[in-house]
């Protein structure tokens, strides 16, 4: 898999079309790893050049913002912005919603002014540019619901592109009865992914993957590691994983056309 | 001539206008306990939250019953008000319909007051059932104790009965009756009077009238011990509110100073601290009570109108965890009408009282089941933002505290040391790529 770090592209002098933010769930987590891989292909097939930090990449520091440590949150941008300025980084996309809201509102009042893109933004762009094509049909007429993330929705108001490119794949989108400005969280957001739920009657992915259910689809499609992590957990609770996918909207489109 | 009457009304305007402005005077102290914060950004936008949001009541409507419902009480109730206009004028100088003098238009005026009136004590007979017989989950939850529930109840008869006596007035009102425009409702109740002598009749009509006007100075004065207050407030605080997209947390600077201070190459780290060198305590962070909020999240605690739409879309409180959007902002109000009270007792210096808002009203369980989703915020129709307290008391439970959950620690100090949340090497971020 061809991909280039931000220091190869300076070591031959040239800067690249895009910094792909991959994100520490879409580095290190398996699941979350395949969506990278997917968005990876979509980006080779359509020739991009791009970069990724690697290891210099750090986390943005959104769960920690969450937690409340308003100081270790700034310690990691300031650092990434440190980097991402002498990189002379000028566009950001990121398949992490929760990266992208950082990116794209936190930082800049600590001197990181990017364009940031959601993948799912920056995917529709390609195809509407005629770069990224889709030629093959395997997904048309397939039942598909698409859970909106927190923090792509109603945190920074993008509800359509994820549902463009379904429609793209010619799919029968199946809302949920909540979805869009009133979509249910997946429950993992403000770093509930990294601890236990306090007590109650029932966990949020559960809640949420009862709603996906109701619309009784093929595949559940999600544009967050986060949300899909909670729904394949979800799904999995309900016994229902030999029956319904969980998939990222780039898996979708990389699996379509079989790369 | 007998001027009693007109007499007795001015004391009553003055003692009903007099109370009402010494309470707005403690409301704005109260608020005034927060912290600054800047708002004199993006006024245009804001100014057109305002009319959209609060005046074009554009997320009420979202739920489409109790929505427009709610819009015929809104409009019918500030339309009707005009009629105050003439009540006090005719109650000031001893006139009657003093407004009668010019001609058709009165007759549309009342004509339309009288049909709102009618649409206005449907619209509230309807929302009292809502919440009384079909007993909707969101007025039921946990936090909606005895005060809040009868304060919910107590505003609607006030409005069944000012309505009622509206159109008892104008049907016991002989001329008015005779003029016969206007009285579009109300002659169709005139005929229940019909073997009342006139003697009576007036006094019924007289005693509509006043009560009607002394009836609206008691609501007016009633409106800051109740959520009524929102029809005040919901524009100043529709107008404040954030207009940066709902998934951007402010950067505190005071941690900002810090951070780029210990960032800073060139900084001496032996250099003592600046704060020695003024006498200020440094910086608390993060809140844990209400004077450590600022002043528009206190704001908004007053505009609340306990409609609980934030707590029936909260993903904590709908899987049965104790988080309540809805409680955060009640108790923010009920600590700050504790703060206020205090002060009066104190003559005008807080003492302290060995309470606050962390702890003594809202829980750490409660501040922890919260996922930021921001659902709270989008429900709200006054543009509440139920999550920036929440955020504000986490952070002084971080940083002030250190009392994360054991979890989060962990999670922390992963980041601290390798860049992820996660215990891995940041050397291996890369490792997907040949996987
Ligand atoms: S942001 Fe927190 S309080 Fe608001 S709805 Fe979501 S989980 Fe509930
Ligand atoms: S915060 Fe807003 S949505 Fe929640 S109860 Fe108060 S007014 Fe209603």
């Known amino acids: 898999m061809t991909v280039k770090t931000m220091a190869e592209f300076m070591a031959e002098g040239k800067q690249p079309e895009i910094l792909f933010w991959v994100g520490s769930a879409g580095s290190y987590d398996d699941r979350a790893k395949k969506i990278t891989r997917a968005f990876v292909k979509l980006l080779n097939s359509a020739n991009i050049e791009f970069a990724v930090l690697g290891a210099e990449e750090s986390c943005t520091g959104d769960a920690a913002k969450r937690a409340g440590n308003e100081f270790l949150f700034q310690m990691q941008a300031v650092t990434n912005i440190e980097i991402l300025n002498a990189y002379e980084i000028k566009k950001i996309v990121t398949a992490c919603p929760h990266s992208f809201n950082t990116l794209k509102n936190e930082y800049p009042s600590l001197g990181g002014n990017y364009e940031v893109l959601h993948h799912t933004q920056y995917l529709q762009q390609l195809i509407k540019e005629g770069r990224l094509k889709v030629t093959n049909n395997s997904f048309k007429g397939k039942r598909i619901t698409f859970h909106d993330p927190c923090y792509l929705g109603r945190a920074n108001e993008v509800y359509e592109a994820p549902r463009e490119l379904l429609k793209e794949l010619g799919v029968n989108l199946v809302e949920m009865k909540r979805h869009r400005r009133t979509a249910l969280c997946c429950g993992a957001g403000g770093a509930q992914m990294f601890k236990e739920s306090e007590k109650g009657d029932k966990d949020v992915n559960v809640l949420r993957t009862e709603d996906a259910l109701q619309t009784n689809p093929d595949v559940i499609a999600t544009g967050c590691p986060y949300c899909n992590t909670m729904m394949t957990d979800g799904v999995k609770f309900k016994e229902k994983e030999a029956d319904i996918k969980v998939l990222d909207i780039a898996e979708l489109l990389a699996n379509n056309q079989e790369l | ?315 904590a409180n709908l899987t049965g965890k104790k988080l309540s959007p809805r409680k955060i902002m009640m108790d923010t109000r009920d600590r700050l009408e504790e703060v206020g009270k205090n002060i009066d007792a104190n003559k005008g210096e807080f003492k302290d009282d060995g309470k606050q808002l962390l702890g003594d009203y809202i829980t750490k369980e409660e501040l922890w089941a919260c996922t930021t989703c921001n659902a709270c915020v989008e429900e709200c129709p006054v543009s509440i933002s139920p999550l920036s307290i929440i955020m504000d008391m986490r952070r002084y439970l971080v940083m002030e505290e250190s009392a994360a959950p054991m979890e989060l620690n962990n999670m922390m100090t992963n980041i601290e040391n390798n860049g992820a949340p996660w215990p891995y090497n940041q050397m291996d971020r890369l490792n997907w790529k040949d996987e």
């Not at chain 2, 003055?14 to 403690?26: A, E």
């Not at chain 2, 800047?38 to 997320?59: F, P």
């Not at chain 2, 304060?151 to 009965?161: C, G, K, Q, T």
């Not at chain 2, 900002?256 to 960032?263: A, D, G, I, S, Y």
Request: proline share 4%; hydrophobic share 45%; net charge neutral.
């Open chain 2, 1 to 315: 001539m007998n001027y009693l009457p007109n007499i007795l009304f001015a004391i009553a305007l003055v003692i009903g206008i007099g109370y009402f402005v010494k309470n707005v005077r403690k409301l704005i102290r109260n608020i005034k306990l927060g912290k600054d914060v800047d708002v004199s950004n993006n006024k245009s936008q804001r100014l057109k939250n305002m009319i959209n949001i609060a005046l074009g009541q554009s997320k009420m409507v979202r739920r489409p019953v109790a929505g427009f419902l709610h819009v015929i009480v809104y409009v019918g109730f500030i339309i009707i008000n005009i009629e105050v206009l003439e009540i006090i004028i005719d109650g000031l100088f001893g006139t009657h319909r003093i407004f009668s003098g010019i001609g058709n238009l009165y007759g549309v005026l009342i004509g339309s007051f009288e049909i709102l009136a009618v649409l206005v004590l449907i619209s509230v007979i309807v929302f009292w059932i809502r919440r009384n017989v079909i007993k909707l989950k969101r007025f039921w939850n946990s936090e909606m104790t005895s005060w809040p529930k009868n304060d919910a109840n107590y505003i609607l008869y006030f409005e069944m009965v000012l309505m009622s006596l509206f159109l008892i007035m104008n049907a016991t009102d002989v001329s008015f009756q005779a003029m016969g425009s206007g009285n579009i409702i109300s002659q169709h109740i005139a005929p229940l009077f019909s073997k009342i002598p006139e003697h009576t009749l007036h006094l019924i009509e007289r005693s509509a009238w006043w009560l009607h006007i002394l009836g609206i100075l008691v609501f007016l004065n009633y409106l800051y011990f109740s959520k009524h207050l929102h029809i005040l407030l919901a524009f100043p605080n529709t107008y404040y509110a954030s207009v940066k997209p709902k998934g951007q947390l402010d950067n505190l600077e005071s941690v900002t100073k810090e951070v780029m201070l210990m960032m800073d190459p060139n900084a001496d780290p032996f250099a003592a601290p600046e704060e020695a060198e003024t006498n200020e305590d440094p910086e608390k962070f993060g809140a844990s009570d209400v004077t450590d909020l600022n002043w528009v999240q206190l704001l908004s605690a007053y505009t609340c109108t306990e409609c609980g739409r934030c707590t029936s879309s909260c993903p």
